[in-house]
């Protein structure tokens, strides 16, 4: 079995601010864990991957993430949020059929 | 196109009545997703094709929903007697499994937006 979490329906963020962005997730077997981006009327884009490599992983637009086993997270963090980072959010996790399980979303506002 | 296309973008349809949603998936990829996405309900999968093998049906809702893939490229996703809870955006994605390492990244459509009246 697996599930993911996010934390937090919804996140504001000032320009320039630090983004964090939580997910915890639960799996039975080592996960493969990924963080979408979903910006208004469109399908999902792939920021980044984790696939039991580094367990720092950068992704695109400067979004980088974290694995962490011990705390079963894989929060999403950027240094510096730009109002074009404002989207929908989704974490998710592989089993071994590879069909993904998805958080329910964050929905983050960049505030000017 | 480059990308997974779907169709119709929107549907508005009245309750009771048949409507099939398509997926074009990028060429040459042999894994098919269809997920379901609600208002505040996240992502939910419903389906996925393999290649030759049986598709993985546990996430359809009911046996009012059905899918098949023709041809290992274009998919119909049909929902049959259509009800006021079926309303969201049906999403499909397509992966190269294999790509990316073990797990392949999935490919997403823009999502056909279901409106049941």
């Known amino acids: 079995a697996q599930s993911v979490t996010q934390l937090g329906s919804h996140v504001s963020v000032s320009e320039g601010a630090l983004v964090l962005l939580r997910c915890n997730y639960s799996s039975s077997v080592p996960p493969y864990l990924f963080w979408y981006v979903q910006y208004p009327n469109q399908g999902l884009q792939l920021l980044l991957k984790y696939t039991s490599a580094a367990t720092l992983v950068k992704g695109i637009n400067g979004f980088e993430a974290e694995f962490k086993k011990s705390e079963t997270s894989f929060h999403l963090t950027k240094p510096s949020a730009h109002m074009s980072d404002a989207a929908e959010y989704f974490c998710a996790v592989t089993n071994l059929k590879r069909q993904l399980t998805f958080g329910s979303g964050t929905q983050l506002t960049v505030l000017p | 196109g480059a990308g997974v296309s779907q169709s119709p973008s929107n549907k508005v349809t009245e309750k009771g009545k048949d409507v099939e949603l398509r997926c074009d998936p990028i060429?040459?990829?042999?894994?098919l997703y269809w997920y379901r996405q609600s208002l505040g309900q996240g992502l939910e999968f419903l389906i996925y094709?393999?290649?030759?093998?049986?598709?993985?049906k546990s996430g359809l809702p009911s046996d009012r929903f059905s899918a098949e893939r023709t041809g290992g490229s274009v998919s119909t996703l049909t929902i049959q007697r259509t009800q006021q809870e079926d309303s969201a955006v049906y999403l499909c994605?397509?992966?190269?499994?294999?790509?990316?390492?073990?797990?392949?990244?999935?490919?997403f459509g823009e999502g056909s937006r279901l409106t049941v009246l």
């Open positions: 094709f393999q290649g030759n093998s049986a598709p993985d």
């Open positions: 994605a397509s992966s190269f499994q294999g790509s990316g390492g073990e797990t392949g990244e999935l490919f």
């Open positions: 060429s040459g990829h042999t894994a």
